[in-house]
């Protein structure tokens, strides 16, 4: 069984910067891609970005050009490097492998 939890949420101002880690437990099997997404009370879970397990990368259009997505596989853990963030960024942050999910960090992004 996977296990994902996530940490590097926080408050931020404008412009700043985050670096979110989602670190990895159990037999991901053949479900080796890692993905993150946003969510905002009473919307769904939007996708933000991808890594698959080649480490060929998709991100979604609103964040491209500030947004990468990285994994260490000697520490299974996914990196989501976020710069110039904006206020419009600001949601909980999971991760999610095949059918499993973390718990998510929450990003703030102060105006």
């Known amino acids: 069984q996977v296990q994902l939890v996530e940490s590097g949420g926080g408050s931020v101002e404008a412009g700043g910067s985050l670096r979110l880690a989602c670190t990895i437990s159990?037999?991901?099997?053949?479900?080796?891609?890692i993905s993150w997404h946003r969510q905002v009370p009473g919307k769904h879970r939007e996708f933000v970005a991808l890594?698959?397990?080649?480490?060929?990368?998709t991100i979604a259009t609103r964040v491209k050009g500030r947004f990468t997505i990285s994994r260490d596989n000697s520490k299974r853990t996914v990196y989501l490097q976020m710069n110039s963030l904006r206020s419009e960024d600001t949601g909980g942050y999971y991760c999610?492998?095949?059918?499993?999910w973390g718990e998510g960090t929450q990003v703030t992004v102060a105006s």
């Open positions: 999610r492998a095949g059918a499993a």
């Open positions: 159990g037999n991901l099997g053949s479900a080796g891609s």
């Open positions: 890594i698959n397990s080649g480490g060929d990368t």
